[in-house]
């Protein structure tokens, strides 16, 4: 007489894909997410038609309809254990965003029609997210401490974007002095619509305006002052509609947060959010 044995079989898991038998494999980590970053940010303002075509219908355009800004940024970011900080390869990546004021319900927010990344892991992090980001190339003056060719010394930081060779975008800031609040659009709540496109037939597709859950936010000092900003009509018609029709200040300031993750936007409670979600 023979007895069978049931046996606990688990399959392959993870946060993410891909799934592996011990979820090791897994791209993205499950958060909370702790992000440190070098930032050079320029105010300008688009046309508010422009800008009412990339909300949904849920949002309008708040208290200052055709507000906007253009965000480069350099981060460093890791888990919990910190793990990832001992690769530099996997824990640095370079990040570029359009931002459009806008509300809820009167709640003052920001929408980002346009995000660009560097790196496999910060595009997927970043659609888990709902963030719309793409494979871009981003480059910033590095404030050297020392010598000629560090910003300190030359009092203008740059940030370039090219997506498949081609310019996309471009800033300039000529330090004047210092301020002593962050610029508004980063300083809101930012919106996302987390988006999965239907797959399996007669399925609909499911979107979710959702914002994220941030703790640990630290600004440095925040340095002002003219700007330049150029965006150009690639990689697609849309974007032309959002080049600046005015220019504000530039800021350049390190940040820091911890991404703990989304809520519903009508669980939000109207708490201080990262303006990037990431």
Same mark, same amino acid.
């Given at each position: 007489m023979s007895s069978a044995t049931t046996n606990d079989v688990r399959g392959p898991g993870g946060f993410s894909l891909p799934l592996s038998p011990s979820g090791e494999a897994?791209?993205?980590?499950?958060p909370p997410w702790h992000f440190s970053g070098e930032v050079v940010m320029v105010d300008y303002r688009v046309e508010p038609d422009a800008a009412a075509r990339f909300l949904p219908p849920?949002?309008?355009?708040?208290?200052?309809?055709?507000?906007?800004?253009?965000v480069f940024a350099q981060w460093q970011w890791c888990s919990d254990s910190g793990a990832e900080l001992t690769d530099p390869a996997r824990c640095q990546f370079a990040e570029f965003l359009i931002l459009l004021g806008c509300s809820y319900a009167?709640?003052?927010?920001?929408?980002?029609p346009y995000a660009w990344v560097d790196g496999a892991v910060p595009l997927v992090r970043g659609w888990i997210q709902g963030m719309p980001k793409q494979f871009g190339a981003v480059h910033m003056t590095r404030d050297m401490r020392v010598g000629r060719a560090g910003a300190q010394h030359n009092r203008r930081v740059d940030g370039t974007l090219s997506v498949y060779g081609r310019r996309v975008a471009?800033? &300039?800031?000529?330090?004047?002095?210092?301020? !002593? @609040?962050?610029?508004l659009l980063h300083t809101v709540p930012l919106v996302h619509t987390r988006m999965f496109p239907s797959w399996v037939p007669d399925e609909e597709t499911t979107a979710q305006l959702v914002t994220s859950v941030v703790t640990g936010v630290e600004f440095s000092e925040v340095k002002a002052g003219d700007a330049e900003?150029?965006?150009?009509?690639?990689?697609? &018609?849309?974007?032309?509609?959002?080049?600046? !029709? @005015?220019?504000?200040?530039?800021y350049v300031f390190s940040y820091a947060e911890t991404l703990c993750h989304g809520r519903l936007l009508t669980e939000t409670d109207g708490s201080r959010n990262s303006v990037r979600g990431e």
């Amino acid at each position: 007489m023979s007895s069978a044995t049931t046996n606990d079989v688990r399959g392959p898991g993870g946060f993410s894909l891909p799934l592996s038998p011990s979820g090791e494999a897994a791209m993205i980590t499950p958060p909370p997410w702790h992000f440190s970053g070098e930032v050079v940010m320029v105010d300008y303002r688009v046309e508010p038609d422009a800008a009412a075509r990339f909300l949904p219908p849920e949002l309008d355009l708040g208290p200052d309809p055709g507000a906007a800004a253009a965000v480069f940024a350099q981060w460093q970011w890791c888990s919990d254990s910190g793990a990832e900080l001992t690769d530099p390869a996997r824990c640095q990546f370079a990040e570029f965003l359009i931002l459009l004021g806008c509300s809820y319900a009167g709640r003052s927010l920001a929408r980002c029609p346009y995000a660009w990344v560097d790196g496999a892991v910060p595009l997927v992090r970043g659609w888990i997210q709902g963030m719309p980001k793409q494979f871009g190339a981003v480059h910033m003056t590095r404030d050297m401490r020392v010598g000629r060719a560090g910003a300190q010394h030359n009092r203008r930081v740059d940030g370039t974007l090219s997506v498949y060779g081609r310019r996309v975008a471009e800033a &300039s800031v000529r330090l004047t002095g210092e301020v !002593v @609040e962050p610029p508004l659009l980063h300083t809101v709540p930012l919106v996302h619509t987390r988006m999965f496109p239907s797959w399996v037939p007669d399925e609909e597709t499911t979107a979710q305006l959702v914002t994220s859950v941030v703790t640990g936010v630290e600004f440095s000092e925040v340095k002002a002052g003219d700007a330049e900003l150029s965006i150009f009509a690639e990689p697609d &018609s849309d974007l032309a509609g959002l080049a600046p !029709v @005015e220019i504000g200040s530039g800021y350049v300031f390190s940040y820091a947060e911890t991404l703990c993750h989304g809520r519903l936007l009508t669980e939000t409670d109207g708490s201080r959010n990262s303006v990037r979600g990431e």
